[in-house]
């Protein structure tokens, strides 16, 4: 088991950790009548110890559907609101609170709203990769599974707004025919593919696919010869009898696509510059270690005053109605 220096610095301040975390967080899931739920893109430790890994509406309905007392969700910070929106009486742990997210960083509360009331009449649907005040502002909450599926079932006399992320919105629009008002938001990760090494990739491995989330910039999306979200991504790869793919999107789902299907080769599309900038450095921050103090204190707990909670709730549940 790898534990960085800087995890075993943390780990003295708040105890001993047990010899053998897999067993101890496994005891506490017990004790707490608790459940893990796991992005795609944690680590591969964590995604070995969940209970359930998915992709933002997949983890959306398995938060909705539990019977945990506790849910400890190995992600960023929108996911465990997510969670805590759909369950209010439960437990929400977040091992580290500073788990955010890009692209909900770039739309503030504040300026959204004055957005929003430049554009009356407008309906609001927000990429679930948002704060619960944005999707309190919203009328229709999407993933990157359903967005082009919720769009098509809006009259199309119906102007609408969609945020934050603008390649996701750009993707839309072109699968929909549809003129969105978008927000121009972005995830640093999707946001920094190369599509020059992508290229040279893919005369390097003329016999490889490349894979691409919507999230990414419409110069890598038109190399893809399949789009979609994390998890079609991996049921594509699956599926199709290709033996070699180049994936882009968050390299933390190369390790299912690897378990789900090792005899094929999978190559993470590489950044514009020599860094690990293909890595989300807020979804790398949850580690098993963190996991295991999350569990044993209960602490970082996810709070959201119960007005912002009910308004977040609703679009929330028009999205599980309107993805069925």
């Known amino acids: 088991m790898f534990t960085t220096a800087l995890a075993q610095r943390e780990n003295t301040q708040l105890g001993e950790l047990p010899l053998d975390l897999f067993a101890a967080i496994q005891s506490l899931k017990k004790e707490l009548n608790a459940v893990i739920l ?30 945990a007392d506790v849910i400890v969700f190995a992600g960023v910070h929108f996911m465990a609101e997510t969670a805590k929106i759909l369950n209010p009486d439960k437990l929400v742990l977040l091992p580290d609170l500073n788990a955010g997210c890009s692209l909900a960083d770039s739309c503030p509360a504040d300026e959204f709203a004055a957005f929003k009331a430049a554009h009356p009449n407008h ?50 629009m072109e699968q929909t025919g549809r003129d969105l008002v978008l927000w121009q938001g972005s995830c640093v990760v999707h946001e920094t593919f190369s599509e020059k090494k992508i290229v040279q990739l893919k005369i390097a491995h003329p016999e490889a ?19 979609g979200s994390t998890a079609a991504l991996l049921k ?33 599309a590489p950044p514009m510059n020599n860094c690990a900038c293909n890595e989300c450095p807020f979804m790398r921050l949850n580690t098993l270690e963190k996991l295991y103090w999350a569990m044993k204190n209960r602490t970082p707990e996810i709070t959201m005053s119960e007005d912002i909670r009910l308004a977040a709730l609703r679009p929330m549940q028009r999205m599980l109605e309107m993805s069925v």
């Open 123 to 172: 309906l609001v649907v927000s990429y679930i990769n948002c704060s619960a005040d944005i999707k309190a502002m919203s009328d229709i909450i999407c993933t990157s599974s359903n967005a082009v599926k919720i769009v098509e079932q809006i009259p199309k006399e119906q102007p609408i707004i969609f945020a934050p992320d603008r390649n996701l919105g750009r993707y839309v």
């Open 38 to 67: 796991a992005h795609y893109y944690q680590e591969p430790d964590i995604q070995d110890i969940a209970d359930f890994i998915g992709d933002s509406l997949q983890l959306a309905r398995a938060a909705e559907k539990t019977n």
């Open 236 to 268: 594509y790869c699956q599926s199709s009898p290709t033996k070699e793919f180049i994936v882009a999107t968050e390299p933390g789902i190369i390790h299912q696509m690897q378990k789900l299907a090792p005899e094929k080769h999978f190559i993470p």
């Open 209 to 227: 696919e490349a894979i691409a989330h919507p999230e990414c910039e419409s110069s890598v999306l038109r190399h893809a010869s399949f789009i």
